[in-house]
């Protein structure tokens, strides 16, 4: 699958998602549509509980709609049995966490390598992969070290290495910047932005931070499980004050 025939990498149409519970029903996302074509960055922000981690398990296939339907690709992922979705994911969806997500033990090169080697590919094919998504984050050196002997910035860079290796349609960027420093946050969300830019791949961001939200085309704000307002880069100040404040750095706190 790829979109290279134009059409949305991501849609989705009428989100909702309603948690159900003993002490009452709580609805965290209220009929959010929207989309992602290749090459954009599109930016979700909003205060906590705003309904930003939930929009992320929905169009991830992490979780399921209440209501409305998520498509990556043209695929409908509520169609996806749980071993299908999986494999999907792995196949076209790239993640970039805020805790960087690394095995502490494993090189930098073997923590790239893991998408790889559960798809099935060659060793051969494997190296020149990793070798590859290294290079374009600027780790050539590195590769031997293991995670916990490098710093914060190098473990994202590592963790966006990963996103990218698999060469997939979709990047979903979860506060990539949360735990790093505003001057290593910008380096991490350019290198981010500009390789996924150039592939053609599709990223949706969700952040706290002001300054992630400069390499954005769009900017969805939400609140109260809503996209309530949707900004251009030039309004991203505006962004800042709706979404409640977000720092000009790394946000370290919590969604």
């Known amino acids: 699958m790829s979109a290279s025939g134009g059409g949305a990498v991501l849609e989705a149409s009428g989100l909702s998602k309603t948690y159900r519970s003993r002490a009452g ?3 965290a996302l209220r009929d959010v ?27 991830s296939g992490l979780d399921r709609p209440t209501g409305g ?5 043209g695929q409908p992922l509520a169609e996806l049995d749980a071993e299908a979705a999986t494999h999907f994911r792995r196949r076209h969806i790239g993640f970039v966490f805020q805790f960087f997500n690394l095995i502490p033990t494993m090189s930098a090169a073997d923590n790239v390598a893991l998408p790889l080697l559960a798809e099935g590919l060659p060793w051969r094919e494997v190296d020149a992969r990793v070798a590859r998504a290294l290079d374009a984050v600027g780790l050539v050196g590195r590769e031997r070290r293991r995670a ?12 966006v290495a990963r996103a ?21 946050g910008d380096t991490i969300l ?12 599709a990223v949706l961001l969700v952040t706290h931070s002001y ?19 949707e900004l251009t ?23």
């Open 33 to 59: 549509s929207f989309s992602v074509e290749p090459g954009a960055v599109v930016a979700v922000v909003g205060p906590s509980g705003s309904g930003k981690t939930t929009l992320l398990n929905l169009v």
């Open 190 to 201: 350019e290198l981010l932005c500009m390789a996924s830019r150039r592939a053609n791949r």
């Open 25 to 27: 029903d709580v609805c």
């Open 148 to 159: 916990t002997e490098l710093s914060g910035g190098e473990m994202q860079r590592v963790a």
């Open 211 to 229: 300054m992630a939200t400069a390499y954005a085309d769009r900017i969805l704000v939400m609140r109260d499980g809503r996209i309530v307002e």
């Open 164 to 184: 990218l290796v698999m060469e997939p349609a979709l990047v979903l960027a979860d506060e990539p910047t949360g735990n790093l420093d505003s001057v290593t």
């Open 69 to 73: 339907e998520v498509k990556i690709l």
């Open 233 to 255: 880069p030039d309004e991203r100040s505006r962004a800042l004050h709706l979404a409640g404040g977000a720092g000009v750095g790394g946000s370290r706190g919590a969604r």
